[in-house]
C-alpha cells in the first residue's frame, strides 16, 4: 500500500512540475509567384483606372472581381495578381489601386 501511495504522489507532482516551453515558430513568409515587376505592377490593369485617384467610390465603375478595401476592411490572404483592388479612405475616395 505504501508503494502505492508513494507512487501515486510521484506522479502529481510530476503533473504539476512545470514543462519546458519551446518558443513558437515564427510565421512563415509567403511569397508571391514571381513575375517581372512591371507586369506584378500591373497585372490586374490597375494602372487604366490610375486618374480615378481622388473620386469617390460611389461614382465609379469596374469591372467584376474587383475588390474594394477599405481601412477596416479585412480581406483574405489569397493572392492573386490579376485581381484589382481599389483602396479607399475612411470616406469613400479612392487612394490607390494594387494588384494582389
Avoid at 478595401?69 to 475616395?93: K, S, Y
Avoid at 487612394?95 to 494582389?100: A, M, Q, S, V
Amino acid at each position: 500500500m505504501r508503494n502505492f501511495v508513494v507512487g501515486a504522489l510521484m506522479l502529481m507532482s510530476a503533473a504539476c512540475a512545470p514543462m519546458a516551453e519551446t518558443p513558437p515558430e515564427p510565421p512563415q513568409a509567403t511569397t508571391p509567384p514571381t513575375a517581372d515587376a512591371a507586369t506584378a505592377q500591373d497585372a490586374c490593369g490597375a494602372a487604366a483606372h490610375a486618374a480615378m485617384v481622388g473620386t469617390n467610390i460611389a461614382a465609379a465603375t469596374f469591372p467584376e472581381g474587383v475588390r474594394v478595401v477599405g481601412p477596416d476592411t479585412m480581406v483574405t490572404e489569397d493572392f492573386r495578381l490579376e485581381r484589382l483592388n481599389v483602396l479607399v479612405d475612411a470616406q469613400g475616395v479612392i487612394t490607390g489601386f494594387r494588384c494582389y
